[in-house]
């Protein structure tokens, strides 16, 4: 069965960063849109950043300029490097393949000093 796990999460003070890590199982990132998602507490589910399999990517406003998507076909992996992180980026971040509806467990990232 297809498997998604995430991993890079955690703690950081303002400004610092983080790489979130998306290890696939049973589905190919190269063929496949990926996206990352978070959730803040009290607030619905986003879209943060996506890569198609053409390699373009899209972001949300409000991390422009600071997140980048990629991925490396041969590890089968999706990252998410995050810098100049706020304490609104604060959330349980998900890798998900939007096509087929898969999501996976989360990865918590929390920003305070």
Partial sequence: QVQLVESGGGLVQPGGSLRLSCVASRISVSINTMAW???APGKQRELVAAITMSGYTNYADSVKGRFTISR???KNTVYLQMNSLKPEDTAVYYCGA??????GQGTQVTVSS
Wanted: hydrophobic residues 35%; charged residues 15%.
């Fill in 37 to 39: 998602y978070r959730q």
């Fill in 72 to 74: 490396d076909n041969a």
């Fill in 98 to 103: 939007p096509g087929i509806n898969f999501w």
